[in-house]
Structure formats: C-alpha cells, structure tokens
C-alpha cells in the first residue's frame, strides 16, 4: 500500500525566513509526486509534478526535489501571502488515484 | 466552466437523512475522483469515473455512499442514512485521462455535517 509521510505537521515562519517541507514516501513503483496547496476553506491547488530523482521546478519562492524515497518543498524568502497547508502526493504506476500524505499547516508572520 | 464546481458548498444533515453532493467537472476531462478529506488530514480516495465508467470504487466506506456519472459528465455522490462520522470534506477532482503535468484540478468541496 502507498504511504506518504510529511513533516512537519506545522511550520511558523517570520517573513524572509527560508525553510523546507519533507515529503517521504513509500510507493510500488512511482508514477508522478505531486505538491498541492490547500487554503481555507477550498480545494488542493496543484503546484509541482516530479517523475523522476533528481528532478526540480520552481515556481515563485517554492523549489520542490525528490529523490527515491522523499521529496522537499523548499520555501525561499516567504511572504504572509504563503501561509497554507502544503499536500504531498503520490501516484503509483498503472495506478490512477492520488495517495495523500496529512499535509504541512505553513504561517509566516509579517 | 473554468474551473470543478461543486455543490452545494455547505450541507447540514439530520442522522439518518439521505443527502445527494453534486460536482461539474472541466467540460473535456475524461478522468473524475472524489475524494473525502477530514479535518486536519489529507484527502482520502473513494472513487473513479473514466467517462460514464466507475472503475474503481474500493475507497467507498460502507455500501450507504453511491456515486455515478452517467452522461460522462456531471457526477453525484449519494450518501445513504448518514451518520455522524460522515462529517467530512467531500472533494471532486478532474483531469484529462493520463495527463499528469497540470495534476487534477479540485473542486472546493463540500462540507458536510451531519447533526
């Protein structure tokens, strides 16, 4: 059975402090690692799809990298606007759904 | 539409009540999930449309959660005799079949309570 793993639970920041999220995973063979963000009171917003180790992207201040067994989600510089629980996901080959670790509940403080 | 709409977006039931939560996936998509998310936990994997077809439906919790999708498009998840423990997020997510770069695109969900 896939299993996800995310540490920490929360995350306070002040503004400007860098940081990183960790994604650890257990899967039969992966397919694709996903970053989702979730606000209050919505829906996970995709981010980032990583297929293989070694891979990186980046968007804005999020870096997202995955090796064989987890995946970081590296925060540079964060601004308030940041604050939300950031969703890791895994899916196996020949596989369709999306496994979900419980998420990092991110603050960052003015 | 732009966007997975779903409804209604709140949802208050009596235990016991029957209650039917609606989602309007991207018009194209080909791939629908529903998933339930808890409070403070991930999203949990219930079922699988690909088009009209239900194929996978192992994440249902009991044989009172039903969901169809029989025109390929708009879908329903039926919850049969609620119980306080089907208090929960109820989240849809489309996506065109095997394209991965742009992941699923989530509907806000549906919050239901159930009294």
Not at chain 2, 38 to 53: D, K, V
């Amino acid at each position: 059975e896939d299993q996800v793993t995310q540490s920490p639970e929360a995350l306070r920041l002040q503004e400007g402090e860098s940081s990183s999220l960790n994604c650890s995973y257990t899967v039969s063979g992966l397919r694709g690692l996903f970053w989702y963000r979730q606000d209050p009171g919505k829906g996970p917003e995709f981010l980032f799809t990583l297929y293989s180790a070694g891979e990186e992207k980046e968007k804005e201040r999020l870096k997202a990298t995955l090796t064989k067994k987890e995946s970081f989600l590296h925060i540079t510089a964060p601004k308030p606007e940041d604050s939300a629980t950031y969703l890791c996901a895994v899916q196996a080959v020949n596989d369709y759904k999306l496994s979900f670790g419980a998420g990092t509940t991110v603050t960052v403080r003015a | 539409g732009a966007g997975v709409s779903q409804s209604p977006r709140y949802k208050v039931a009596k235990r016991g009540q029957d209650v039917a939560l609606r989602c309007d996936p991207i018009s194209g998509h080909v791939s629908l999930f529903w998933y339930q998310q808890a409070l403070g936990q991930g999203p949990e994997f219930l079922t699988y449309f690909q088009n009209e077809a239900q194929l996978d439906k192992s994440g249902l919790p009991s044989d009172r959660f039903f969901a169809e999708r029989p025109e390929g498009s708009v879908s329903t998840l039926k919850i049969q005799r609620t119980q306080q423990e089907d208090s929960a997020v109820y989240l849809c997510a489309s996506s065109h079949r095997g394209f991965l770069d742009y992941g699923y695109t989530f509907g806000s969900g549906t919050r239901l309570t159930v009294v």
